[in-house]
T-cell receptor
Framework: DTAVSQTPKYLVTQMGNDKSIKCEQN?????MYWYKQDSKKFLKIMFS???????INETVPNRFSPKSPDKAHLNLHINSLELGDSAVYFC????????FGPGTRLTVT | AQSVAQPEDQVNVAEGNPLTVKCTYS??????LFWYVQYPNRGLQFLLK??????LVKGSYGFEAEFNKSQTSFHLKKPSALVSDSALYFC???????????????FGTGTQLKVEL
């Protein structure tokens, strides 16, 4: 059974479009996260939710909006996509250590 | 602000030899320290953590790490490297106190480990 799953795995889209990435965890964790990994493999936290409440909101453009319908899901919606948004986005969940999803490779053309 | 430094972009080691991947950290209060591994086109996998207790922590796949408070280090080690250990390794830190950064985990820049025959 997959602990943290993300869809889609790959996402290719044009500048200006709006897209969403979905994340689900079946570990019963209260806390979920979104990370961005750039082309140099730098990993940076974007958002964190605890029991559907936003607790970490790093300096991220307003075009990025997380939504947590319940504590097992944390989706990421991105408006007006830009070339610089191209990256791999990872979802994670935790109680102590964090468990990561397989990533969504977003390519903006 | 908390931070992690991984001074080596790449570490090369021959199979069967011991390996060390270095990590130093900075955080307010007591640290929680973690090592993760990332294989190509995969998510990060948890290897081991230090929360409290013994300074030597044992984790998955034969890896271990030593917490050194005076040197603010948490180096990852393995007595005998395997070619299959070749991957990208990340050290991470967070404050133990919820008022010191909450659940925010700060990652190092990663060290590429290459184990050759």
């Amino acid at each position: 059974d997959t602990a943290v799953s993300q869809t889609p795995k790959y996402l290719v889209t044009q500048m200006g479009n709006d897209k969403s990435i979905k994340c689900e965890q079946n570990l019963g964790h209260d806390t979920m996260y979104w990370y961005k990994q750039d082309s140099k493999k730098f990993l940076k936290i974007m958002f964190s939710y605890n029991n559907k409440e936003l607790i970490i909101n790093e300096t991220v453009p307003n075009r990025f909006s997380p939504k947590s319908p319940d504590k097992a899901h944390l989706n990421l919606h991105i408006n007006s996509l830009e070339l610089g948004d191209s990256a791999v986005y990872f979802c994670a969940s935790s109680r102590s250590e964090q468990y990561f999803g397989p990533g969504t490779r977003l390519t903006v053309t | 602000a908390q931070s992690v430094a991984q001074p080596e972009d790449q570490v090369n080691v021959a199979e069967g030899n011991p390996l060390t991947v270095k990590c130093t950290y900075s955080v307010s209060g007591n640290p929680y320290l973690f090592w993760y591994v990332q294989y190509p086109n995969r998510g990060l996998q948890f290897l081991l953590k230090y929360i409290t207790g013994d300074n030597l922590v044992k984790g998955s796949y034969g890896f271990e790490a030593e917490f050194n408070k005076s040197q603010t280090s948490f180096h990852l080690k393995k007595p005998s490297a395997l070619v299959s250990d070749s991957a990208l390794y990340f050290c991470a830190v967070r404050a133990s106190s919820l008022t010191g950064g909450g659940n925010k985990l700060t990652f190092g820049t990663g060290t590429q480990l290459k184990v050759e025959l």
